[in-house]
């Protein structure tokens, strides 16, 4: 079956600007995941979306924010971009129940100039 | 100090040779995951578990929850096996994920 896929791949904005990230989980998913990696930071949970609902929410100002839809589709987006928010962004998909393991897209690589 | 330590941070094998990493964690825990990550970003989940050990293939991953303490072994090491692994623990609620630094591993031929 297909696995989780992310798009764009690459993407380059300039500060200030805003940026919307899609991620389609595995078919029969319902909890989508997204995650931060910087390399000073490394790997940061972002949010967690379940049935169009954020159950879980990492450390982030409110510039992050994301949306799940009603297929489990999400996205997530990032208004008024700094430098800083140059990163890798991943998604993970599971069932959604406990201990369930997680699935990960290629991940979408954002650069901010 | 990191809620998820790993070790080493970097390692270099010949091929065939056996190989460890270790992950000490500080905080309680729900489960705990061993990922794998390729140049380009990708990563693909290789063990989650909570208890006892799972083995696939050439990897075997431990856990003692009492010592908060996990290995992931690799038997008859392979240049493909070459990657950064990446611990990360689970507190009880999906997906909010805390992870170690990784350790890079890189194997000779």
């Known amino acids: 079956k297909a696995g989780v896929t992310q798009t764009p791949r690459y993407l380059i904005k300039t500060r200030g600007q805003q940026v919307t990230l899609s991620c389609s989980p595995i078919?029969?998913?319902?909890?989508v995941s997204w995650y931060q990696q910087t390399p000073g930071q490394g790997l940061q949970f972002l949010f967690e979306y379940f049935s169009e609902t954020q159950r879980n929410k990492g450390n982030f100002p409110g510039r992050f924010s994301g949306r799940q839809f009603s297929n489990s589709r999400s996205e997530m987006n990032v208004s008024t971009l700094e430098l800083g928010d140059s990163a890798l962004y991943l998604c993970?998909?599971?069932?959604?129940?406990?201990?369930?393991?997680?699935?990960f897209g290629q991940g979408t690589r954002l650069t901010v100039v | 100090k990191n809620e998820v330590e790993q070790s080493p941070q970097n390692l270099t094998a010949q091929e065939g040779e056996f190989i460890t990493i270790n992950c000490s964690y500080s905080?309680?825990?729900?489960?705990l995951h061993w990922l794998q990550q390729h140049p380009g970003g990708g990563i693909v989940s290789l063990f989650m578990?909570?208890?006892g050990k799972k083995k696939h293939g050439r990897l075997i991953a431990t856990i003692n929850i009492q010592e908060k303490h996990s290995s992931l072994h690799i038997t008859a090491s392979h240049p493909r096996d070459s990657a950064v692994y990446i611990c990360a623990v689970e507190r009880g609620s999906q997906g909010n994920l805390i992870f170690g630094k990784g350790t890079k591993l890189s194997v000779k031929p």
């Open positions: 905080v309680g825990i729900s489960a």
């Open positions: 993970a998909s599971s069932l959604g129940a406990t201990y369930t393991e997680a699935f």
């Open positions: 578990l909570s208890s």
């Open positions: 078919s029969g998913h319902r909890s």
